[in-house]
């Protein structure tokens, strides 16, 4: 199992970008897939799962709106969408791949699998 997340860069605040999470070796009717992230000297943080499969999305209560996730199946690849940049968006975001239920996404002890990350820093 290989999970790539790739997208990240330096924004100014109110910018848009997308994220994708690029997988492989998954099965499709037995995973889902999480995007995190992590600020510096912060826990990991939700943002959005959702099955491999399509049905079933989790967004965390701060999302709010800004963040939109996506797939691309032909491609292997899950995409998230943060509109609406922030300063306190700057982290490290991450996606992950967990069997569990949509109950247990938020916790990141759950994945199975992990991207190694990649850098979003929002700029004032």
């Known amino acids: 199992v290989q999970l790539q997340a790739s997208g990240g860069g330096l924004v100014q605040a109110g910018g848009s970008l997308t994220l994708s999470c690029a997988h492989s070796?998954?099965?499709?009717?037995?995973?889902?897939l999480g995007w995190f992230r992590q600020a510096p000297g912060k826990d990991r943080e939700f943002i959005v799962g959702?099955?491999?499969?399509?049905?079933?999305?989790r967004y965390a209560d701060f999302v709010k709106g800004r963040f939109t996730i996506s797939r691309d199946n032909a491609k292997n690849t899950m995409y998230l969408q943060i509109n609406s940049l922030k300063p306190e968006d700057t982290a490290v975001y991450y996606c992950?791949?967990?069997?569990?239920?949509?109950?247990?996404?938020?916790?990141?002890?759950?994945?199975?699998?992990w991207g190694q990350g990649t850098l979003v820093t929002v700029s004032s």
């Open positions: 992950g791949a967990t069997r569990s239920n949509t109950g247990s996404w938020t916790n990141p002890a759950v994945y199975l699998h």
């Open positions: 959702r099955r491999l499969s399509g049905g079933s999305t």
């Open positions: 070796g998954l099965t499709f009717g037995s995973y889902s």
